[in-house]
């Protein structure tokens, strides 16, 4: 089975505090995304990565940077958090191909107070 | 700029009653992902509908795709408690990054199903 796995399940985190995501997945995929979750919009792409060291902009990249130093792990970083922040946040990764499935990890519930 | 629409956001039905979440989409895509979400967990894949015309079924649910209206629907059959979740269409576009190609998916606000006695 794929396996997406988000290391930090619940974060508090103080507004101003750098905050690391971090994602890995086991199955050799070349493509990851983090996604943000909210109450009545769905999930909306911040970042995605095609290859290692590559990144793209989602839709909502402000305020977010990420890093892929090694195929299978996708870090996201929130440079200084801020309250509108508080969201969950979704890992995904995806082998190349069209119509493969996308597979998600758990999520990382992150409340900046 | 491609939206996605699903309604109804919210659904209360009875064991044993049918019913059709419609998903609307507004420009063009041949790949359409319905998903599960059940409270506090993640995403569970359901279906990955590929052309037009194209129709699944898994057990009480069936997923249908129509691209020249540009909708999708999941039929939910004889419904059980079970199915009480959270279900989201996604459509899916090509972007072409770095010489290669991806499937961005851009997903509806969720329908919110509960199933009761």
């Known amino acids: 089975d794929v396996k997406v796995t988000q290391s930090s399940r619940y974060l508090v985190k103080r507004t101003g505090e750098k905050v690391f995501l971090e994602c890995v997945q086991d199955m050799d995929h070349e493509n990851m995304f983090w996604y943000r979750q909210d109450p009545g919009l769905g999930l909306r792409l911040i970042y995605f990565?095609?290859?290692?060291?590559?990144?793209e902009k989602g839709d909502i990249p402000e305020g977010y940077s990420v890093s892929r130093e090694k195929k299978e792990r996708f870090s996201l970083i929130l440079e200084s958090a801020s309250t509108n922040q508080t969201s969950m946040y979704l890992c995904?990764?995806?082998?190349?191909?069209?119509?493969?499935?996308?597979?998600f990890g758990e999520g990382s519930w992150l409340t900046v107070v | 700029e491609l939206k996605v629409e699903q309604n109804p956001l919210f659904l209360s039905m009875q064991e044993g009653k049918n019913y059709t979440i419609y998903c609307n989409y507004s420009t063009t895509s041949d790949r359409l992902y319905w998903y599960r979400q059940d409270p506090g967990k993640s995403l569970e894949s359901l279906f990955v509908?590929?052309?037009?015309?194209a129709v699944k079924q898994e057990g009480r649910l069936m997923a249908s795709l129509d691209t020249k209206a540009r909708l999708s629907t999941l039929h939910i059959t004889a419904a059980v408690h079970d199915l009480s979740a959270t279900y989201f269409c996604?459509?899916?576009?090509?972007?072409?990054?770095?010489?290669?190609?991806?499937?961005?998916?851009?997903f509806g606000q969720g329908t919110i199903l509960t199933v009761h006695p």
């Open positions: 996604a459509v899916a576009s090509e972007t072409n990054a770095g010489g290669t190609s991806y499937g961005k998916l851009t």
């Open positions: 509908l590929l052309s037009n015309g």
């Open positions: 995904a990764s995806k082998p190349l191909g069209s119509g493969n499935t996308i597979y």
């Open positions: 990565s095609y290859d290692v060291k590559m990144k």
